[in-house]
């Protein structure tokens, strides 16, 4: 049996580790990575940003997701309908960090809290 590191944010003994990569404190709610533990301060102190989608899977360029609720579109009154599939997203900076098309909508982009990973 390992042992499991305490919460980096409350020192929590009480952490445990999820089958995707993380560990998880149930006091505090605080996730991080398991390799931060392994790789001492080169994932935890780096300045790259992780991006997740709604159900907390991990979101990296290229995957596939689908529009988890309807979102209205602004300026010409369209609807992107629950269950929509995107394709080949890209990941960016900003408020919407997902880049991508959106067959019969063309160039947008999303948030990544309204996609799921297919």
Same mark, same amino acid.
């Given at each position: 049996?390992?042992?499991?590191?305490?919460?980096? &944010?409350?020192?929590?003994?009480?952490?445990? =580790?999820?089958?995707?990569?993380?560990?998880?404190?149930? =006091?505090?709610? !605080? =996730?991080?990575?398991?390799?931060? =533990?392994?790789?001492?301060g080169a994932v935890a102190g780096s300045d790259e940003r992780v991006?997740?989608?709604?159900?907390? !899977?991990? *979101?990296?360029?290229?995957?596939?997701?689908?529009?988890? &609720?309807?979102?209205? *579109?602004?300026?010409?009154?369209?609807?992107?309908?629950?269950?929509t599939k995107v394709k080949n997203i890209r990941l960016v900076d900003?408020?919407?960090?997902?880049?991508? &098309?959106?067959?019969?909508?063309?160039?947008? @982009? *999303? &948030? @990544?809290?309204?996609?799921?990973?297919?």
């Open positions: 049996m390992s042992i499991l590191p305490p919460c980096p &944010k409350c020192q929590s003994s009480l952490t445990y =580790e999820d089958g995707s990569g993380l560990y998880i404190c149930p =006091e505090c709610g !605080n =996730e991080w990575l398991v390799q931060a =533990e392994a790789v001492t991006y997740r989608d709604a159900a907390g !899977n991990v *979101l990296q360029d290229g995957d596939s997701v689908t529009v988890i &609720k309807d979102l209205k *579109l602004k300026g010409s009154g369209g609807v992107v309908k629950m269950g900003g408020d919407h960090d997902i880049d991508c &098309k959106i067959d019969g909508f063309g160039a947008m @982009s *999303l &948030k @990544s809290e309204f996609v799921r990973k297919i």
